[in-house]
């Protein structure tokens, strides 16, 4: 347990000596879900607060199903990936001696379980999951992208092309952006393959020749285009194309903050 612990704080300043203390101190944490760490009121802000952000379910004492396989599930994927983000669980008992109970009254978290919320290592408040959008990976990856400074790739995004997205957002000069959509075609006709990496890459030049050629803000555009797909989504689709249209709004989600919230959709 210390030495996967560990590994998931190596990159933090004194990571071994404060984990060891941790354990010693309080026998109480441990792993129950590969990925994911259990935290009480005796270790929680010690160990949340090395880390840059911290995702943490707070639940029953031993939970189950769905949710709680897509909170895992994610921890999994994404462990190794990143050292500034936590995936921890906190159960809690409103019976017997009440585990984390403390816990569950500092955050005013209500018995509805799960309650998701996102803290932040700097002491800022946390932010909540919202709790009506139902629990799965992919929205708890864009609930990250929202409101982590981190990447977390999601469906149908590009590392490389995000930080293009949000270069071009960032820029008002015409030929600037004109250039970093040449870029782009230069990468895309140099692909080999001819499936989903290419389809991505094409679902963001069509969004920034959208809005090269728009005279309105970027933000507005891609709030608009959100919201048309958004209605798109709405109606009776196959599979496949539901799939497309959710990887269209991860990629939308690439361009910036701004366009979130012009345009956020939930799905």
């Known amino acids: 347990m210390l030495c996967r612990l560990f590994m998931l704080t190596k990159f933090t300043i004194v990571p071994l000596a ?3 203390g941790v354990l010693i101190a309080t026998p109480a944490i441990a792993w129950t879900a590969r990925g994911c760490v259990d935290l009480d ?4 802000d010690l160990v949340t607060g090395k880390f840059r952000y911290s995702l943490v379910k707070f639940d029953t004492a031993f939970p189950y199903g769905d949710k709680h396989e897509a909170f895992t599930g994610l921890a999994r994927e994404t462990v190794g990936t990143t050292s500034d983000l936590l995936f921890a669980l906190v159960g809690i008992k409103d019976y017997g001696e009440q585990d984390n109970a403390d816990l569950g009254k500092r955050f005013a978290i209500p018995k509805e379980y799960p309650v998701i919320k996102l803290f932040h290592g700097d002491g800022t408040p946390p932010i909540d999951f919202p709790p009506d959008q139902e629990v799965t990976g992919d929205s708890l990856r864009r609930f990250l992208k929202s409101n982590a400074d981190l990447y977390i790739g999601l469906p149908g995004c590009v590392q490389r ?4 997205a949000q270069a071009f957002m960032e820029t008002d ?11 782009v075609e230069r990468d895309e006709r140099e692909l080999d393959e001819s499936g989903a990496v290419k ?4 679902m963001y030049l069509s969004l920034m020749r ?3 050629k728009s005279d309105r803000r970027p933000v507005e555009v891609v709030g608009e285009e ?8 709405a109606g009776k689709l196959s599979d496949a ?4 249209l959710k990887q269209r709004i991860n990629v939308m989600l690439s361009f910036g903050g701004g366009a979130r919230k012009a345009g956020r959709i939930e799905l």
């Not at 009121?41 to 929680?44: G, P």
């Not at 000069?173 to 870029?183: N, S, T, V, W």
């Not at 194309?241 to 497309?244: D, F, L, Q, S």
């Open 241 to 244: 194309k539901r799939t497309e």
């Open 41 to 44: 009121s005796s270790t929680f």
């Open 161 to 164: 092309l995000d930080g293009i």
């Open 18 to 20: 404060i984990v060891a």
């Open 210 to 212: 959208k809005i090269a």
């Open 173 to 183: 000069d015409a030929k600037e952006r004109h250039g970093l959509i040449e870029q």
């Open 226 to 233: 959100m919201k048309r797909v958004e209605k798109l989504l």
């Open 199 to 202: 389809k991505s890459y094409q």
